[in-house]
């Protein structure tokens, strides 16, 4: 762990050592860069790892690794920059910065619509978010990346 401690810089909280430290982008510290790996990468080699993990499980976590580093790399839209982008295309907004009781109904909506499994490539890229309403199980196919679909139960889940 790392504490601020002067005005002059940060030290190490075990010793009086400088920390080595770099500024980096959000998009960085997911997916690297050339000197630092990334997290996504250092949690697929976690997952990879970790013998009693079932396959499913594993494909789903890696699917959900797979949004985040598109969202970190503008690949995807953050869902606050969707909801905006609906907000502004909407039929009935005026550019007033006001969002009507209907705006906002077709809004939620569209979110249900997507959680339904509607497909949405600019939010959820090839997530497939379809699930059984009726008993509440999420199916295995609602949960895996398009490029995820063709690996073994032996998969290695690296980028």
């Given at each position: ?113 997507i959680t339904e499994g ?28 398009e490029s995820e679909t ?10």
């Open positions: 762990a790392v504490v601020s401690t002067q005005s002059t810089g940060i030290q190490c909280c075990r010793c009086d050592c400088e920390p080595d430290i770099e500024e980096m982008s959000i998009n960085d510290i997911i997916n690297g860069n050339g000197e630092f790996p990334g997290i996504s990468k250092v949690l697929r080699a976690y997952i990879k790892h970790m013998p009693e993990l079932e396959f499913v499980t594993a494909t789903r976590i890696c699917s959900y690794i797979s949004l985040i580093q598109k969202r970190a790399s503008g690949e995807l839209l953050t869902t606050a920059t969707w909801i905006r982008k609906f907000v502004r295309n909407h039929p009935q907004y005026k550019q007033d910065s006001v969002v009507s009781d209907e705006m906002t109904y077709d809004l939620m909506m569209e979110c249900r619509e509607k497909t949405c490539p600019d939010l959820i890229g090839n997530l497939r978010v379809d699930s059984d309403f009726n008993n509440r199980q999420y199916r295995r196919d609602s949960y895996i990346d063709n690996r073994s139960p032996n998969f290695s889940p690296t980028n």
